[in-house]
């Protein structure tokens, strides 16, 4: 499921009104009333169409993991306003199961598609893969800079502005499937910082994401500090992306260079 302003997305990936053929609903959110059905213009049965599902201003993603004749996976664009499909989204370097489309997300112009089962450092490392939404244009693959088998990198994805966030509930490094997220600058496709537990543990499965502004949160479904998989959610404050950190830095230098006195003891005076 998913919401943005008055419309709200809603997958079923268990509609047997087409066959085995599945589909996402839109609707009003001051109504309650259906807008549309979401179908791909192109079948493809047993595509579980709608395991995931995101909406962000004027667009809906809809992802279809088992898409497609290899399983590949794939994932589909419509206009919120019409229910006209816009883009079918695959991956550049799309592999059978590699399950793309299990995990999706948008926010402006850019689409985040999680593939948790890629296997190009190794197997079901993961990858994940932004789209721009008005050309249907893949912009980069993102991987982990310590990727490893079995990190399931991708399984879950977030993305708010020009910050991303992919988790790795698969990931080793504090134990077996202990868990981990990668923040990306969205404009660069650069890997900004991996965010962990403090308490991180085996089995916890840290990496189901989310993000709004500087603030990245992170759940880890199995972990067991009030009983046996009872499960926690962790809070982050984002670092900022590298593109502003370096418009913040242009602007400083040219405040104090406005500032610096001349030779005179007179500061320059500046233009209205």
Request: glycine share 14%.
């Amino acid at each position: 499921m998913g919401i943005s302003g008055n419309t709200a997305i809603v997958g079923s990936t268990d509609d047997d009104d087409d066959n085995g053929f599945y589909a996402a609903y839109l609707f009003d959110v001051t109504t309650g009333q259906e807008r549309f059905r979401l179908t791909p213009d192109v079948d493809v049965p047993f595509s579980n169409f709608g395991i995931s599902v995101a909406i962000g201003g004027e667009t809906a993603i809809v992802g279809a993991r088992d898409g497609d004749v290899s399983r590949s996976g794939s994932a589909f664009l419509f206009d919120v306003h019409t229910g006209r499909q816009l883009f079918k989204l695959t991956p550049s370097d799309g592999r059978r199961a590699d399950i793309f489309g299990e995990a999706v997300a948008i926010s402006g112009n850019t689409a985040i598609i999680g593939a948790a089962l890629h296997e190009e450092a190794g197997i079901a490392t993961g990858a994940a893969y932004l789209f721009d939404v008005t050309t249907g244009e893949q912009l980069f693959r993102l991987t982990a800079s310590d990727g490893a088998d079995g990190d399931n990198f991708g399984w879950s994805v977030a993305i708010d502005g020009n910050t991303a966030l992919v988790g790795a509930l698969g990931d080793d490094d504090a134990g077996q499937q202990s868990g981990s997220a990668y923040l990306f600058d969205v404009i660069t496709g650069e890997e900004l910082a991996k965010l962990t537990a403090s308490d991180a543990a085996e089995f916890d499965r840290f990496g189901s994401v989310g993000i709004s502004g500087s603030v990245s949160i992170v759940g880890a479904s199995r972990d067991d500090d009030d009983g046996s998989q009872s499960g926690s959610a962790y809070l982050f404050h984002s670092i900022p992306e590298p593109s502003t950190l370096l418009l913040a830095t242009l602007a400083l230098l040219v405040l104090l260079m406005i500032r610096r006195p001349t030779g005179d003891g007179a500061r320059p005076t500046v233009a209205a």
